[in-house]
């Protein structure tokens, strides 16, 4: 067997920044805010599940909102300044993807449709008006938009969540272009499959865990971990020349052809 080689670390210093994170409390979000929490920053959680929230670390504020609301949105970022002085840091996160979505366009539901739209669409448009007003102010600030996967290509019965999670994406842009004279970058994220509660619970859907992982070249699911990772580095000055643009994390899936040979299934 050959020697294990060097691996190599990041490590980011986020001392004295303030970071809002909507949907924190759970999956890929709660993994955001560990991972500010642990390299120095203050990090608000903004999220409905109060329960979920109590298991938060000590360290982390907790604000309870719906982002489909303007004045919670309004209110977390209110909260967030007048406790903290000042948001160098929004995390748009907060999304839903019911398993009950996963229907023809034709069989959608209205109130489905325009409960995802309001979450997961204008929840983000919410929080980056309020955000942005203060970012203006200070000259300064990161805007990262989770997006998805499903922005860039599609199924049969997926017609609301990728058509949204495009419109985040390009929303990343718009603004990116709109506020780069102004200090403030935004730059979106687009995990593949990441183990989340929400994943889990449309894994049926999806084929199963084992026919999901294998359609990542990597050949599995990823961890809310490695998305975090990526967003404190989107988030650095190191990444101070990207702004209005996505960052695929994904496992290799969006370079996989759809005409390609499938991997052969692990036994």
Not at 73 to 83: G, H, L, M, P, R
Request: charged letters at 20%; proline letters at 6%.
């Amino acid at each position: 067997m050959p020697a294990s080689r060097p691996i190599g670390s990041v490590t980011h210093d986020n001392t004295g920044r303030v970071v809002l994170v909507s949907g924190g409390a759970n999956g890929i979000g709660r993994s955001i805010c560990d991972a500010f929490a642990s390299s120095g920053a203050t990090v608000v959680c903004l999220d409905v599940d109060e329960p979920a929230a109590t298991k938060l670390p000590g360290g982390i504020d907790f604000v309870r909102g719906d982002t489909s609301v303007e004045a919670d949105c309004k209110n977390a970022v209110s909260f967030t300044v007048e406790q903290h002085g000042g948001l160098d840091i929004l995390v748009n996160n907060a999304a839903i993807q019911p398993p009950s979505s996963y229907v023809p366009l034709a069989e959608l539901p209205a109130e489905l449709w325009d409960k995802m739209l309001g979450i997961n669409l204008s929840g983000y448009t919410f929080l980056a008006k309020h955000a942005v007003r203060v970012m203006k102010e200070q000259q300064s600030g990161v805007i990262v938009n989770m997006s998805s996967g499903q922005a860039h290509r599609t199924a049969r019965q997926v017609p609301t969540y990728g058509p949204i999670k495009a419109a985040n994406l390009h929303q990343a842009r718009q603004w990116g272009v709109e506020y780069a004279r102004d200090g403030i970058r935004v730059v979106s994220v687009s995990p593949g499959a990441i183990d989340t509660p929400l994943v889990r619970a449309s894994l049926e859907a999806q084929g199963g865990e084992k026919e999901l992982a294998n359609r990542h070249p990597l050949g599995r699911i990823g961890k809310p971990e490695e998305v975090a990772a990526a967003v404190l580095w989107l988030s650095s000055t190191e990444a101070s020349f990207v702004t209005a643009t996505d960052l695929e994390v994904d496992g290799g899936l969006g370079a996989f052809g759809s005409f390609a040979d499938p991997y052969p299934m692990p036994e």
